[in-house]
């Protein structure tokens, strides 16, 4: 699971190293419309629907931080 969010974060924004373990909104890495574009590639790929209330920048700082809402919505490692 973690490749596959690490692929998807190269493909929305691939001038970044999403593998380094730092947060990725406040380096910049992410902006609020990347944020929306993953939620969207995340709901589509894992056949959820990540819910407005967690829509939160902590959740989207880091690959673990996003595994963990993934899961928080039902998906499984």
């Given at each position: 699971?973690?490749?596959?969010?690490?692929?998807?974060l190269?493909?929305?924004r691939?001038?970044?190293?999403?593998?380094?373990?730092?947060?990725?909104?406040?380096?910049?890495?992410?902006?609020?419309?990347?944020?929306?574009?993953?939620?969207?590639?995340?709901?589509?790929?894992?056949?959820?629907?990540?819910?407005?209330?967690?829509?939160?920048?902590?959740n989207?700082?880091t690959?673990?931080s996003?595994i963990?809402?993934?899961?928080?919505?039902?998906?499984?490692?």
């Amino acid at each position: 699971m973690k490749q596959q969010i690490i692929n998807i974060l190269q493909e929305i924004r691939p001038e970044f190293d999403f593998t380094q373990d730092i947060n990725f909104i406040e380096e910049g890495m992410l902006d609020s419309f990347d944020v929306v574009s993953l939620v969207t590639t995340l709901d589509e790929n894992y056949g959820i629907s990540i819910d407005g209330m967690d829509i939160l920048p902590e959740n989207f700082a880091t690959v673990d931080s996003i595994i963990n809402l993934l899961i928080k919505n039902g998906v499984k490692q």
